[in-house]
């Protein structure tokens, strides 16, 4: 069996009109040493050429990174045993790719480099999946499905759907917090009804057994935020935290786990509650995001916890203004890399 340490990550670009493409090549460009293990790059290869081509005519790339580069044309003939330090897979455009212009009829390309990143984490063969980021509308718009026909709604769903799990965990982390999510990306009008004993359950567990397994913390400490302002202020701003999130959290306490009760968010979020916590649970999307990416936007890296796989991913959006201008940062890809190797066995 091939030794984990030497098994190599693998990136998917994600929506080629993006800087997906961009970050990769400025990690290659300028930041190849922080490489200790072989690279897989899922990508179009006549976009990444051409993309390398426009960055080195603007005099931001300055060295032939495709030079060092093995171009394979198919998965089935990716040499895995002995992987080639940095590999670009062909992962072909129905469409000729323009730098900021999005284009659905790549939807397709961008749902295979999944598939492919998927199916080799799934039957372990690579060490872990780095998400560069896609542009949802263009799934949808390109008629990309989750497996049971639900609408394509982002990578963490879509990775939830292939493994085959019924439940995954949305995790951010920066070097201030790690914060993980009970709901994601639902309307704010939805989020009292989707907030369960058994979504508390679920994301609580899933939680805790990734920061033992996946993090290496015997007993992670694990802060909870409240749904309603002050956490209900006793049931007067509110009841969730009395009759469903608080009586979960008791049971995982009487199991001995170090998990808070619910507290108000709006203090939860302090230098000193957080450098006693490990994590922190949000129960929706920006109650637990906004204090995190004002403490490190551009340097988080997001996380899916409960598959059975590491998959990292960048903390931001397409930016396809940025797109073959050589301005976008590769700080959230470098640390998505770092997460997964750290996540995967150092």
């Known amino acids: 069996m091939q030794n984990t340490l030497l098994k190599p990550l693998l990136i998917t670009t994600g929506e080629p009109a993006g800087i997906g493409m961009d970050i990769v090549i400025d990690v290659l460009a300028h930041h190849s040493h ?25 005099n931001v790339v300055k060295k032939d990174i495709l030079a060092n580069m093995a171009v394979v044309d198919d998965v089935h ?22 730098a900021g212009v999005l284009n659905a009829n790549n ?13 080799l984490a799934s039957t372990h063969q690579i060490r872990a999946i780095i998400t560069a980021p896609l542009q ?23 990775f939830m759907s ?41 994301t609580v567990q899933i939680t805790h057994d990734e920061m033992v397994h996946k993090f290496g913390i015997t007993c992670p400490k694990i802060l909870v935020c409240g749904l309603n302002p002050h956490a209900g202020e006793d049931g ?8 469903v999130i608080n009586p979960v959290l008791q049971t995982f306490a009487k199991q001995g786990m170090d998990v808070s009760l619910a507290m108000p968010a709006d203090t939860l979020f302090t230098e000193r ?13 920006d109650q637990g995001l906004a204090p995190l990416k004002s403490h490190g936007f551009g340097d988080t890296v997001n996380i899916t916890l409960g598959l059975p796989y590491v998959r990292t991913s960048v ?8 797109a073959g201008t050589g301005q976008a940062s590769s700080s959230s890809l470098r640390r998505a890399i770092d997460m997964a190797m750290m996540m995967s066995g150092g």
């Open 273 to 285: 509650n957080l450098a006693a916590a490990d994590v922190v649970i949000a129960m929706y999307h």
């Open 236 to 243: 007067h701003l509110g009841d969730e935290e009395l009759t």
């Open 162 to 202: 292939k493994a085959g799990v019924d439940k995954v965990v949305m995790m951010l982390a920066n070097a201030k917090m790690k914060v993980a999510l009970v709901t994601t990306h639902l309307p704010l009008k939805d989020v009292a009804n989707a907030i369960t004993p058994y979504a508390i359950y679920q």
């Open 77 to 98: 003939t990716l040499n895995l045993s002995a992987p080639h330090p940095i590999c670009l897979l062909h992962v072909p455009c129905a469409s000729p790719v323009v």
């Open 136 to 158: 949802k509308s263009v799934m949808i718009d390109g008629g990309v499905c989750l497996d049971n026909g639900d609408k394509f709604s982002g990578h963490t769903e879509y």
């Open 107 to 119: 939807a397709s390309m961008v749902q295979a480099q999944l598939d492919i990143a998927h199916t």
């Open 315 to 322: 903390d931001h959006g397409t930016a396809l203004t940025l």
């Open 34 to 58: 922080a490489l200790s293990v072989p690279l897989i790059i899922c990508a179009d290869k006549y976009a990444f050429t051409e993309r390398v081509a426009q960055l080195t005519r603007q």
